[in-house]
């Protein structure tokens, strides 16, 4: 088994892949200045949480139970970020009379609303989140995540299900 496939090493690429991705979207904020919607920061926060998941990986370096359940987290956080890059997509797709309205700022809702309420209204978008401000072959910026949240939770798979017992 080459290397790159061992989970260890594996686990380890997913936390540069996100960082990576994660300061790509602090250079389009800061440098590009896009400010990101409700729903690209949900995406920020499912990137952190499969970075996160597989650096304790990194560190704590288990057997092969610990391995699915460091395997699970980073599936549950791409399946998260999927649903939110979906809708995101849904949003984006949406015809000019059907976009929901803009609503309050992320700072706001947070200083006033309970975060559960929060939570939830960030899901559910706003018109800012329908706005298309970058693309590449195409493509808007939701496509792209959810792609790489597809193809980090099924390579994750993949490599933690080859690696019986290494």
Request: charged share 10%; proline share 5%; hydrophobic share 50%.
């Amino acid at each position: 088994m080459s290397a790159m496939f061992k989970p260890r090493v594996w686990f380890a690429l997913v936390v540069l892949f996100c960082a990576s991705v994660l300061g790509f979207a602090l250079y389009v904020q800061h440098v590009e200045f896009l400010e990101p919607c409700p729903l690209c920061v949900l995406q920020r926060i499912a990137f952190m949480w499969i970075g996160a998941s597989a650096l304790i990986s990194v560190i704590h370096n288990p057997g092969m139970t610990g391995r699915w359940v460091y395997a699970a987290l980073v599936a549950l956080g791409a399946i998260a970020g999927s649903l939110v890059a979906g809708r995101h997509i849904w949003l984006q797709s949406l015809p000019p009379g059907q976009v929901p309205d803009c609503g309050m700022s992320l700072n706001y809702m947070l200083d006033s609303l309970p975060f559960t309420e929060v939570v939830t209204t960030l899901f559910y978008g706003s018109g800012e989140c329908a706005k298309v401000d970058w693309t590449v072959a195409g493509l808007s910026m939701p496509w792209w995540t959810l792609f790489c949240y597809i193809g980090i939770s099924v390579a994750t798979l993949l490599v933690v299900s080859s690696s019986r017992g290494k």
